[in-house]
């Protein structure tokens, strides 16, 4: 099974910015597309971004502008660089495929105060 480890999430104030990596233990990562996903406190966990094995990329509205989301296929990695960040971007922070297929790692804590 793939292992997948997020890291770089933190305690930022509104306006901040942060780098997310996702690093996946498999050798068929560049031929993948890769979300980003996000659970807020007592929601449940939805898409946010992608980026295929071709590069395309998409954003839902809310993160457009915002947040740019990137892959390293030598490192089997994907960034997420997330700046002006606001208190609503609070939430675990996850990748996997899409449609998902690995297991879902342990996310990484963004915390956006006001």
């Known amino acids: 099974q793939v292992q997948v480890v997020e890291s770089g999430g933190g305690l930022v104030q509104t306006g901040g910015s942060l780098r997310l990596s996702c690093a996946a233990s498999?050798?068929?990562?560049?031929?993948?597309?890769i979300g980003w996903y996000r659970q807020a406190p007592g929601k449940r966990r939805e898409f946010f971004a992608r980026?295929?094995?071709?590069?395309?990329?998409y954003y839902d509205d809310s993160v457009k502008g915002r947040f740019t989301i990137s892959r390293d296929n030598a490192k089997n990695t994907a960034y997420l660089q997330m700046n002006r960040l606001k208190p609503e971007d609070t939430a675990v922070y996850y990748c996997?495929?899409?449609?998902?297929?690995?297991?879902w790692g342990q996310g990484t804590q963004v915390t956006v105060s006001s």
């Open positions: 498999t050798s068929s990562f560049s031929r993948n597309d």
């Open positions: 996997n495929t899409i449609p998902t297929s690995w297991n």
């Open positions: 980026i295929t094995s071709g590069g395309a990329i």
